[in-house]
């Protein structure tokens, strides 16, 4: 079953029309972005595959190596919101092709990093580059889906994040054996490979995306007027609930709050995202090996997400499908310091990005059900730039606490506090799904 069928199956009992509209534009769209944020997280994240050999020939410690990994994050901060609300002004397909060339060809340009200055500076850049392709797809996803869709939706377009893992975690491990070809060291020839596509894609996704669904030649007149109609009611919903302006939106306590949520989030996906090859290459295997063993956590994610999704649009229930799996992270990671076990570490690694990912699933229905217009556009960025500064957090405490005490898995017990306290904020900030589902026609629960 492809992604976009396995999206729209089990929609309820909406209308001929309602069923062809979510179907067409699941086909249409929805592969298409998977692939996209798929080579923008491997390109983000295939830093921890080449740091099984360019930290060794590069001398670089685990410090540096951490301040590289977390400094793309001060650049993906700075820019995010400017970049979210240029995408909402100028049409998701002009905006995220020039997204993706750009980082695509910082990305590849990694293969030039030649000591710490350089490894800094195209770290930052590639940053900067790929501000607002995250949110600006999340926002994009609100032009084409009620609320009543989008949790499985947005866990359909987020499976590209474990499977970007899955399927690029064992082909990194491949890459890195090209060294020696043409030259080039192996890691050289990761960042060169893994970069080209999103060029590519980027230059295709000019004339492929639909910036609106009133540009679809491909959705018929009854399609585009049923959509029009259930998300005109539900934008009027959200905005007599929550009447906001761009400014009372980034400063709203809401905001803020699910910003600390994400943030904790972050801070234990991308703790484990760029530490845990280096965590499997400690147990004494290949680099092969290393990536096929990686991959074996978020595969298992990956299924759970979706099914979690499914879940959470069927009950009607968003608070404890958030907090629920930021709990079980975080229970999960403090096992994992404490096993000494490479079989049973990697259980409870497992059972910790099944509750990343779950999370990931659900999380951006909180704000997506009470924002609308420009004030979600830079709320949305806003949310995800203070939240990905954990990008930074994460991955420079497991170094930090590995340089000083010798062990990456001391690290990881620290790093549990974070998706603790964000647990424990979602259960306090609740959440009104009755405004969320309201143009659905149903009673929501």
């Known amino acids: ?9 089990a929609t309820g009992d909406g209308t001929e029309v309602e069923r062809a509209t979510i179907s067409a534009i699941s086909r249409r769209i929805i592969p298409f972005l998977v692939l996209a944020y798929f080579l923008a997280y491997l390109d983000r994240v295939n830093l921890g595959f080449a740091a099984l050999t360019m930290n060794a020939e590069l001398k670089f410690s685990p410090i540096v190596f951490s301040w590289g990994a977390g400094i793309f994050f001060i650049g993906y901060f700075i820019f995010e919101v400017p970049s979210n609300i240029i995408l909402h002004k100028v049409g998701a397909s002009r905006w995220i092709a020039r997204i993706m060339v750009t980082w695509g060809v910082i990305s590849a340009l990694m293969a030039t990093v030649g000591g710490t200055s350089s490894f800094y500076v195209l770290r930052f850049l590639l940053g900067v580059a790929e501000a607002g392709f995250f949110p600006g797809i999340i926002l994009y996803l609100t032009y084409w889906y009620p609320a009543e869709y989008r949790a499985r939706i947005l866990a359909a377009f987020a499976i590209a994040v474990p499977v970007s893992t899955v399927i690029g ?114 147990f004494g295997l290949s680099n092969v090996e290393t990536g096929f063993v990686t991959a074996i956590p978020y595969l298992f994610g990956s299924i759970a997400m979706v099914l979690w999704g499914r879940h959470s649009d069927r009950t009607r229930e968003r608070v404890w499908h958030v907090a629920l799996p930021l709990f079980l992270t975080a229970i999960a990671l403090a096992a994992s310091s404490t096993l000494g076990n490479p079989t049973a570490t990697m259980v409870a690694l497992t059972v910790a990005a099944i509750g990343v990912f779950c999370t990931f699933a659900l999380f951006w229905t909180l704000p997506t059900a009470f924002l609308s217009g420009t004030a979600a556009a830079g709320a949305i960025a806003l949310i995800n730039s203070i939240g990905n500064l954990a990008g930074f957090g994460g991955p420079y405490l497991i170094g930090w606490v590995k340089e000083s005490t010798g062990s990456t898995e001391t690290g990881l017990l620290v790093l549990a506090i974070l998706p603790l306290v964000a647990g424990i904020l979602v259960v306090l900030l609740r959440h009104d799904t009755r405004i969320e589902f309201s143009a659905a026609g149903e009673k929501a629960r």
């Open 1 to 9: 079953m492809s992604v976009a069928a396995a999206t729209v199956q």
């Open 169 to 282: 975690a064992p082909i990194s491990g491949y890459m890195l054996g090209l060294d020696g070809v043409a030259g080039l060291r192996g890691w050289q020839w990761l960042f060169i490979l893994e970069g080209v596509p999103s060029i590519v894609l980027g230059i295709v996704t000019w004339f492929f995306l639909t910036d609106r669904p009133a540009a679809a030649t491909w959705l018929s007149a009854p399609q585009k007027a049923w959509l029009a109609g259930r998300l005109a009611r539900e934008e009027a919903a959200r905005a007599a609930a929550h009447p906001m302006s761009l400014g009372q939106a980034m400063s709203s306590p809401k905001v803020l709050v699910l910003s600390l949520v994400y943030f904790g989030f972050v801070g234990a996906l991308y703790g484990m995202q760029f530490w845990l090859p280096q965590i499997v290459k400690a």
